[in-house]
């Protein structure tokens, strides 16, 4: 799962072009990938994706879209078994992941190599005022990451005396 500079999925190198169409499917993703271990609540989801539909029809919506996302990524562990929704690490990976991941090994330069846009960059979903919102504040923040990481790299690099790296 990309979710820096964009919003699509690959697997083995090839864009899923038939799975990137379908934007509250990624969106779910994205939510469930930037929440990483913490995972994201049921009423969340519900909230941010479906916020103009009575809580019976959009529960129903996000079990549609659950079974259809785990059908077409033929991957039936998308998702862990937990109070939260929250994905299988070892079903798909994603960049926000190795970016937090790469930080959190001290490892500044991956996490750097990881970030290749804004967070959701261009992604909207219509009547869903509330998930903007939040991708703006996740945006913000991952912003913010990626400044210090890249100000610690540069300060490294000159540290070691590699101009060039520091630049």
């Known amino acids: 799962l990309h979710t820096f500079g964009g919003l699509f999925l690959e697997r083995d190198g090839t864009r899923l072009d038939a799975l990137s169409s379908q934007r509250k499917g990624l969106a779910l993703l994205a939510m469930l990938a930037a929440a990483g271990e913490r995972g994201v609540s049921r009423e969340t989801a519900l909230a941010l994706l479906w916020p103009d539909s009575p809580e019976d029809r959009a529960r129903t919506s996000l079990r549609q879209l659950v079974h259809a996302l785990r059908s ?36 500044m330069r991956d996490a750097v190599e990881h970030y290749t846009g804004p967070f959701l ?47």
């Open 121 to 167: 960059d261009g992604v909207q979903l219509r009547g869903a005022d509330g998930f903007e919102r939040w991708v703006e504040t996740e945006r913000n923040k991952l912003a913010h990451m990626v400044m210090r990481t890249l100000e610690r790299v540069a300060a490294e690099a000159a540290r070691a005396g590699d101009v060039h790296v520091a630049v």
């Open 72 to 107: 077409q990524l033929e991957e039936p562990e998308l998702l862990e078994q937990s109070a939260e929704l929250r994905l299988n690490p070892l079903a798909i990976a994603s960049d926000i992941a190795d970016f937090r991941d790469a930080i959190e090994r001290g490892s």
